[in-house]
């Protein structure tokens, strides 16, 4: 992606993300990796805007630059006379410029129309963006689980096939975002009264792309980030399949955690006992606390209060933390509190030391459950 | 000696008595000439207590950008230890420095900068008037700019609005404390609206009403032909803006939905509204830039300028297309009819502005130009303008766009056209205009090591913002991904020499002011009729109404007033036969 230092570390760690090498060295200067077909015709248009911008740029300076140089005044000398008035000139520059225009519109136009409607086999993806996350849900239930660490949020990584249509049907939970693929070219405005659609091919399995927000959204719009990483179509479809998650099947305080991070809590809410995110308050020995109020008054972290603030995150606003929050009713489920309240509970030293050796007996404990159940069935 | 230059030199009377002397000379003690300066009601005064107070204001925008270039020297990254490096300020404050630098810039620099500052002092000279058509109302004007900029600094400051300069809602109006500062901010800019439009009215009758006896349409300085269009599109667009302001205000007050969807409203209606204002708006910023240039050009390379209609004509064309284009910065958030249409609509801006350059060029035909820091800048104007005008191209076309929209390319293409168009222009008519204006000369080398270090400092800036941007940086990013780096850091030390530029040219006007060589009446030899006045200029302008006898550029047939015939020879006159017209 990176003209001038080729080499620099790029934030995805486990694969690079996807590299502009193979364009030419104008291309590289100017444009990120090319990994779709638009992305192709769309580089096209963009070059020949390119060249036309250089030679006219060239028309402009060339006499400009030569009429500097020779006509300096010199004291005593007369200047010469020359006309101060051409007609055909004036139309000439005129119309020629407006002709070429003409085809760059139509150009760009054409482009754009050709990358508006999906094809027909296109596969759904429902994206819902909101302050400051992004979350993908594939068509099967499948929610993404991997996850690369970035200043001080988690970037989700979510897969696409390549050589296969994806259209994103999107919608912002709060106010205007914009998804943008530099790689794909591609970018929309993301409003909380519509859907907005993309569709996009990836070319090339086994590379990474940025997903960024382009649309400002507040204190976190710069880490609103995501990673795309094409799969083989094979291994995509494996994807979605491991991918399916029931969060009543999973240990509690790891269903936490789960939604923790595909509902966006970590954009704000810091669970590193070394860091402190600056946006809420962050988790790490959370439960149990007791918080300073905004507005006088304290509060001790408990269930009603974690459900409080989960549902109507205004109503008790611990101090030093504006309350920036939106309501997650009818995002997260009375069993996703829970859940929730059972991954802060693990969020100390004492919670840490005690994880494994609870989550053992819980798993022992489901084993035996299903043992027994097995046994009364058969 | 021109016919106009029949008035007598030097500050003598008229024979009624009354002794002529310089609108700078103080009234009597300070407070006297506090409140006289206070109460004024000469265009003059009140052109430089503008340009005093847009210079502060340029200041203070530019120590916002200076924060925000320094904060993206290094992304933000987290070490090994797990500590937070490379962050100078918080998002949040990072956020609130860019929405400062934003809207100082836009609406208390760069859009009162020319029209007000310029305008005023030279538009009743250039047209050998006495004042405008509506002295009182230019005062008023004066205060409501002051106020409007007063609850603009107050909303800004006090709570600290983070939302960018366009305000988009939903954003801009979720209930927290912070955004309710923004309606304070939106009412400044209503205020500020109103004082664009009394400027505005004021120029348009002044244009049509206050001409010297004998100037035509066609004989006016082509510096006025632009400030024309200007106003006008100041009179015609600003009232959207108040507009849009009032249909806030409604929408909190009384909860109608109108821009909030969670009443029902559209927040792309609110993207129309405020881009019908604010793309006219960038019109407003760079016609009067191309005014000045037209000035620079001709008189520095002492030479009648190429196609004078076209020039003339082409300022009213850039007028009227500048209202049906807006819809191009919304190209990710429209329909894709509304998008061809508007795409469409944008190419059509191009022309005027091609033509402008086109006739520039030719004007330096057999010039005979010097290299004096106002050329330098109108000279440096032709570089960064071009770049910033085919770089246009690239947002106007919908397929590149759609790339493009909200990243580092457009932050390039906009600063190019507003700083290396209106702004570069603005630093070059001030050099140019400051002997007339203070009747004192600066000191040219100063000047040019000046211009220099902004000029080199500009586009190490902002070039490199092109490669990044048409490469995904999207902009209002306190952080970035680490790949962006090294561009970012050409980026701020760029910041760094445009910071030494403008300090150098700060010092040398305090310096020319304190101890400068008293400037000649006609330093450089134009023809328009402010130099045919005092440097200062007399409190009423003119010792008696000039009467036009020559254009604005006629350079080959007249010398110009108070000149030496030895400095500014004229050419041979052409042969009866090589006449074409």
């Known amino acids: ?378 | 000696m021109s016919t106009t230059n029949a008035t007598s030199t030097g500050n003598d009377s008229h024979g009624d008595g009354h002794h002529d002397v310089s609108y700078l000379h103080p009234k009597g003690p300070l407070w006297v000439t506090l409140w006289d300066w206070a109460t004024t009601i000469d265009h003059k005064k009140i052109g430089v207590m503008y340009m005093f107070a847009t210079t502060f204001m340029f200041f203070l925008g530019g120590v916002f950008a200076l924060a925000v270039r320094a904060e993206l020297f290094m992304p933000t990254q987290v070490n090994e230890a797990g500590e937070i490096v490379g962050q100078l300020f918080a998002n949040n404050i990072y956020n609130r420095m860019f929405t400062l630098h934003g809207v100082v810039m836009v609406f208390l620099f760069i859009i009162p900068a020319i029209p007000a500052a310029f305008g005023n002092f030279l538009l009743p000279l250039m047209l050998g008037a006495k004042d405008v058509a509506f002295p009182r109302l230019n005062l008023l004007s004066w205060y409501v700019y002051l106020l409007g900029a007063g609850v603009a600094i107050i909303a800004l400051l006090g709570g600290g609005i983070d939302t960018g300069w366009t305000f988009y809602t939903p954003y801009s109006i979720t209930g927290t404390e912070m955004h309710r500062q923004v309606f304070l901010m939106t009412m400044g800019a209503f205020i500020l609206g109103f004082s664009s439009i009394f400027t505005g009215l004021n120029f348009v009758v002044t244009v049509h009403k206050l001409r010297a006896p004998g100037m035509g349409w066609f004989d006016m300085p082509l510096f006025v032909w632009a400030i024309y269009a200007t106003s006008l599109i100041q009179v015609l667009a600003t009232p959207v803006l108040g507009i849009t302001v009032l249909l806030l205000a409604i929408e909190q007050a009384f909860h109608v939905g109108i821009f909030d969807p969670a009443l029902g409203g559209d927040p792309v209606l609110f993207m129309h509204f405020f881009w019908f204002y604010s793309h006219p708006a960038v019109y407003i910023m760079i016609l009067p830039g191309m005014g000045i240039m037209s000035e620079l050009i001709a008189v520095h390379a002492r030479k009648r300028i190429f196609g004078y209609k076209a020039i003339a004509f082409s300022s009213l064309g850039i007028a009227a297309v500048s209202f049906i284009v807006w819809g191009h910065h919304l190209f990710t958030a429209q329909t894709a009819m509304a998008n061809a249409i508007f795409s469409a609509l944008t190419f059509f801006v191009a022309i005027p502005s091609a033509i402008k350059v086109f006739n520039w060029v030719a004007t330096l035909y057999k010039s005979g130009i010097v290299f004096n820091t106002p050329m330098l800048y109108a000279l440096g104007f032709m570089f960064t303008f071009t770049i910033g005008g085919v770089t246009g191209l690239f947002l106007a076309t919908i397929a590149t766009d759609i790339n493009l929209h909200d990243t580092y390319f457009v932050v390039a293409h906009f600063h190019y056209v507003m700083m290396g168009g209106a702004g570069i222009a603005l630093f070059g008519g001030m050099h140019h205009w400051w002997p007339k204006m203070f009747g004192k000369m600066y000191n040219e080398k100063a000047g040019i090591a000046g211009f220099i270090f902004v000029f080199i400092g500009f586009n190490t800036t902002f070039f490199i913002q092109f490669l990044m941007g048409s490469q995904g940086m999207p902009r209002r990013y306190a952080t970035y991904v680490p790949e962006f780096t090294i561009y970012h850091q050409i980026s701020t030390v760029g910041s760094w020499l445009l910071l030494i530029g403008f300090l150098i040219h700060l010092f040398n006007f305090i310096a020319s002011l304190r101890n400068g060589k008293p400037a000649p009446r006609n330093p450089w030899g134009g023809l328009t009729l402010e130099w045919t006045t005092d440097a200062p200029p007399i409190e009423h302008n003119f010792h008696h109404e000039p009467v036009i006898h020559h254009g604005p550029y006629d350079f080959e047939d007249v010398v110009p007033p108070f000149c030496d015939e030895k400095d500014y020879p004229l050419p041979a006159p052409l042969k009866p036969s090589d006449k074409k017209h």
């Open chain 1, 1 to 378: 992606m990176n003209f001038l230092n080729p080499i620099m570390s790029s934030l995805a760690t486990t694969a690079p993300i996807a590299s502009n090498a193979d364009l030419n060295f104008l291309e590289r200067m100017f444009l990120s990796a090319q990994s779709s077909e638009y992305a192709g015709s769309h580089d096209f248009v963009f070059m020949v805007i390119m060249w036309l911008s250089i030679v006219f740029f060239l028309l402009v300076m060339g006499p400009f630059t030569y009429f500097v140089i020779k006509y300096r005044r010199k004291p005593g000398v007369a200047i010469q006379r020359s006309v101060s008035h051409n007609t055909p000139l004036e139309l000439a520059w005129s119309i020629i410029p407006l002709l070429l225009l003409c085809v760059l519109f139509f150009m760009g136009f054409e482009v754009f129309i050709s990358g508006q409607i999906a094809p027909a086999n296109a596969e759904t993806i429902n994206v819902r963006a909101k302050k400051w996350n992004w979350n993908f849900a594939y068509d099967n239930g499948a929610l993404t689980d991997e996850y690369t660490e970035y200043v001080a949020t988690d970037v989700p990584v979510f897969a696409i096939p390549a050589g296969k249509p994806i259209r994103l049907v999107m919608d912002s939970e709060d106010v205007i975002h914009s998804l943008y693929v530099p790689d794909f070219r591609k970018k929309i405005d993301i409003f909380p009264n519509r859907y907005s659609t993309m569709w996009f091919e990836a070319s090339h399995a086994g590379e990474r792309h940025y997903v960024f927000c382009a649309e400002y959204c507040g204190d976190q719009h710069s880490q609103m980030m995501a990673i795309l990483d094409v799969l083989s179509p094979e291994a995509y479809d494996q994807w979605k399949l491991d991918n399916v998650v029931s969060i009543g099947d999973m240990y509690p305080p790891d269903a936490g955690e789960f939604l923790f991070r595909s509902q966006g809590c970590n954009a704000c809410h810091s669970i590193d006992p070394a860091k402190s995110a600056s946006t809420g308050p962050p988790w790490w020995g959370i439960w149990g606390r007791t918080e300073a109020l905004e507005g006088g008054g304290q509060v001790t972290v408990d269930e009603n209060y974690v459900r409080e603030s989960i549902y109507t995150p205004a109503a008790q606003v611990v101090l030093g933390y504006p309350n920036q929050m939106n309501s997650y009713q009818g995002l997260i489920d009375p069993d996703g509190i829970n859940a929730i309240i059972a991954f802060m509970k693990t969020l100390s030293d004492e919670g840490q030391a005690n994880y494994e050796a609870e989550k053992a007996a819980w798993q022992a404990a489901k084993d035996a459950a299903e043992a027994e159940e097995q046994a009364t069935e058969q």
